[in-house]
């Protein structure tokens, strides 16, 4: 039988996401972005041009999340009703999954509505590279990619860490993937202080983007996409991204939607040419709401099997 512990944290992952679902992020005091403003105080006061300061940095962050969570999970551990309560307010926290898709959304309704320069203004809530020169096609190719990697990034990763380590999990993992998103991106002030952080990033990803990536194979009927394309691209197509983890995601997606992703990308003053990935045509606007659609599938396949997970981890 499940110890009295992880009834509740199971309960409290499912109500958690049950609460992302139907409300999507807080909209105001958002604890992801306290602690953004937090990290950002402390970087300016520590930043220092080399790798020891950024693990540092990143080390007592990270630690301090965790901690918080540790904390909250020995105050209710033999409170089941409170534990409930805090696993809940944690994974709804943590889970950015209706928010992605709905970001994804705003920006079909402007694509379709031939609004480029509104569409290009919603990009960098979805992506980091620069929308500036981005036609209708490059801005769907940009959306596709985002919902598949962040799939993984903003909800399924979350709730493996849950189903793992409860609250320490929830908390330490999100902020692991803050950090990475605020100083893990290669540029010349963050390339060897913001090193650790994309490395932690990377490892703590490595399980959820591959379950991710099954998740999407087994859901891609589910937005009238293909099982076996979505295997046969991520098996061919996943290793060939820059990244150890996003390649997997946008890979499966690619193949499920029948898509062809990958190409040219502009950062600012940095310019990546990624692989092609998938064999398809390639995205435009009506996509965006298949990926969501598939999205939505997999994330909730990840919370159901978050749940059982936590409840068989114990006997």
Not at 121 to 128: F, I, M
Not at 258 to 285: F, T
Request: charged residues 20%; aromatic residues 4%.
């Amino acid at each position: 039988m499940p110890s009295r512990r992880d009834v509740p944290t199971a309960l409290g992952l499912a109500l958690g996401a049950a609460a992302d679902l139907a409300l999507a992020d807080p909209r105001r005091r958002h604890p992801v972005a306290g602690f953004g403003t937090a990290a950002a105080a402390l970087e300016r006061r520590v930043w220092r041009d080399a790798r020891a300061a950024g693990a540092g940095y990143a080390a007592v962050l990270v630690a301090g999340a965790a901690g918080l969570g540790a904390a909250a999970d020995r105050a209710t551990r033999d409170r089941p009703g409170l534990r409930t309560l805090a696993v809940a307010t944690a994974t709804w926290a943590v889970l950015g999954g209706t928010s992605l898709g709905r970001a994804a959304t705003a920006m079909a309704g402007a694509l379709d509505a031939g609004d480029l320069p509104g569409a290009r203004a919603l990009l960098p809530a979805l992506a980091g590279r620069d929308p500036s020169s981005l036609d209708a096609g490059e801005l769907a190719r940009a959306t596709v990619e985002s919902v598949a990697e962040n799939t993984s990034d903003a909800a399924v990763a979350p709730l493996v860490w849950g189903a793992l380590a409860g609250l320490p999990g929830l908390l330490g993992y999100r902020a692991v993937n803050t950090l990475d998103a605020m100083v893990g991106h290669r540029s010349a002030r963050y390339a060897r202080f913001g090193w650790a952080a994309a490395r932690t990033d990377d490892a703590a990803n490595w399980l959820p983007a591959r379950l991710t990536a099954a998740l999407t194979v087994a859901c891609a009927p589910l937005a009238g996409g293909s099982a076996v394309g979505a295997l046969r691209i991520w098996r061919r197509d996943g290793a060939a991204h820059p990244s150890p983890n996003a390649g997997r995601c946008e890979a499966a997606a690619a193949g499920a939607l029948g898509l062809r992703l990958g190409g040219r990308n502009v950062y600012g003053s940095r310019v990546e040419d990624r692989p092609v990935l998938g064999d398809g045509r390639a995205p435009d606007s009506s996509d965006v709401a298949r990926a969501v659609r598939l999205s939505r599938a997999v994330w909730l396949a990840a919370a159901a099997l978050a749940g059982v997970a936590r409840l068989a981890r114990a006997r």
